[in-house]
Structure formats: C-alpha cells, structure tokens
C-alpha cells in the first residue's frame, strides 16, 4: 500500500545500478576519516541517490547503520543486501500463518500489497491497482488486488485465516484501530505479521509531508508500548524484532483462541448427483420435488 518509506524510492535507484549486482565490491568498516569525508561528499537531501548507495557500499551494513543513525539519515544497502532483507521481511510476515499448516490449505491476505505476491496463496489487497501519481504511493502494483481501505475490508467477521502487511502500518493515523479491527475480521488463533520501518534509520514522520507518507513513528520498543497499552487484552505478541538488520522490525500477533481450519461443508458435498436422485431430493427433478 502507499510506500513512501525511501527504501521504495532507493529499490528504483538500485536498478539503475545493475553494474553493482554483478560487481563483488570488498567492504570494511567505516574509520572516523571515512565518516568524515562522507559527511562532505553525500547527498543528503536525496539519500538514494546513486553514487551515494555506490560510496556507500564499500562498508559493512553494521558500518552503514551506525553511520544513517549518527546523521539521522537514510540507511543504505546495495542491490544484493536489499533482496535479502526483502526476502527476509516476507519470511518473517509470513510467521503470522497458524503453524501446522501448509498456506495452500489457509485464507490470508496482503494489506498494502503493492507489487510484493508474497505466496501465490495470499489474497493482495490495496487502495490502487495503478500508480495513481500521489506521492508515497507504490512504484508497482498487482493488477488483481483487490480494492479495500484497511480499515473497511471486504470480509466478514472471523473469516480470515491471517493478515500481513509489510511497510502498511506507518502510513495510517490510527494503527491501534486498524489493528483492533484486523482481529474482529480474524479466526480464533489466526495471526498478524508485520514489516515496519524503524524511523530512526529512516526518518521522523513529523516532517513527511507527503498525503500518503509515514503517519507516525514505528520502531520496536514504541511498538511493544502500544500493545502493552492497547492491544495485551485481544492477542498474544508472538515475535518482535527478530530480523538482523536495522531499518525494519516484524512483529507477529496471535488473537487469541483455539485455531479451525477450513472444512468442506457437507451441505454442498455430502450427496452426490446419483443419491439425490434416488432420494427425490435433485433440485432439477419437478416431478419429484412437486
């Protein structure tokens, strides 16, 4: 859904730096001189830029990190590094499926989805299907979203099976909300996964000034305040902060209750053809049914 996490804008620069993805670039970590000099050579107005992520990729990501949350700046990683931290946020949402079972056998969907098909087996859900030219809105889309606000979605109530909705959350005023009608729409035991920038390796959301931009400032411990506060009394916080790098968190939540699959009802399945014509009961037979 609505991106305007800088990470987005920095993936449109990484494809412009193909060069890089083939390219093993040695890195070491930053000395004060370097530190320094970056200082005076980096962009800092566009932090994606990309000769900042090529200066910048000469370090190891710990070096980088210490580095955005010195400045207060932008954390950089090249091509390769985001694939992988992409692939490990998907993973990490993904924890919200009740365990046990296969996806193929569950019902989610992917609030916010934008261009990420994270399963084939996850519904996508979003507020476009096209770029629609508003700033912080999706670089991509799936064209078979389906279109919901996240706070009034097409489902009824316990129907779903879990949620995730990776980089979604900041971008809405009132989280705790949205989240506690998330769990209305949930099974018993069904679950939440989460992806959330970390502002302090990303920016402050009090100077976004982008309608569809960051509403409010995640990271780890303000998350763990909110469901102290708020939320203790409808799940269980099964995870937070498990990811190895700095600008995302995931957090997973487990509604409370006992979990129940999908079951084939037997008022659709139990007759076959044959049976229910023997028994006067086809709907298609009028002489039977009088």
């Known amino acids: 859904m609505i991106k305007s996490w800088a990470r987005t804008v920095a993936l449109d620069c990484y494809r412009r730096l193909k060069d890089l993805r083939e390219r093993h670039i040695p890195q070491r970590e ?16 566009f932090m994606a830029d990309a ?13 980088r990190e210490t580095f955005a949350l010195k400045t207060g700046s932008l954390v ?14 998907e993973e990490a949402a993904l924890r919200a499926a009740p365990s046990g079972y296969p996806l193929k056998v569950l019902n989610g969907i992917n609030i916010g989805c934008g261009d990420r098909r994270i399963s084939e087996y996850l519904t996508p859900v979003d507020i476009m299907r096209e770029d629609e030219g508003s700033s912080g809105a999706h670089h ?19 129907s779903l099976d879990y949620i995730v909705a990776l980089h979604m959350l900041e971008h809405v005023s009132n989280p705790v909300e949205v989240l506690l009608y998330w769990e209305t729409v949930l099974k018993p035991g069904g679950g939440i996964g989460l992806i959330l920038p ?57 509604k409370q209750g006992k979990f129940e699959p999908f079951s084939i009802s037997n008022a659709t399945s139990m007759n076959s053809g044959a049976e229910l014509a023997a028994s006067g009961k086809m709907v298609s037979n009028f002489e039977a049914l009088g």
Not at 77 to 89: M, R, S, V
Not at 200 to 223: P, V
Request: charged letters at 30%.
């Open 76 to 89: 950089l990683y090249p091509p390769n590094e985001a694939l992988i931290i992409k692939h490990q946020e």
């Open 51 to 63: 000769e900042n992520i090529r200066l910048m990729s000469r370090f190891t990501p710990e070096s």
């Open 30 to 45: 930053m000395t004060p001189e370097d530190e320094e000099s970056l200082r005076k050579t980096l962009n800092f107005s």
């Open 140 to 158: 991509a889309f799936l064209k078979d979203a389906i279109l919901a606000n996240p706070e009034n979605l097409p489902f009824k109530a316990e």
């Open 198 to 254: 970390d502002y302090r390796y990303t920016w402050n959301a009090a100077g976004d000034q982008s309608q569809f931009g960051h509403k409010w400032n995640s990271s780890a411990e303000i998350f763990e305040r909110l469901f102290r506060v708020h939320l203790a009394d409808y799940f269980e916080l099964e995870a937070i902060d498990t990811l190895p790098h700095k600008i995302s968190f995931d957090v997973v939540l487990r």
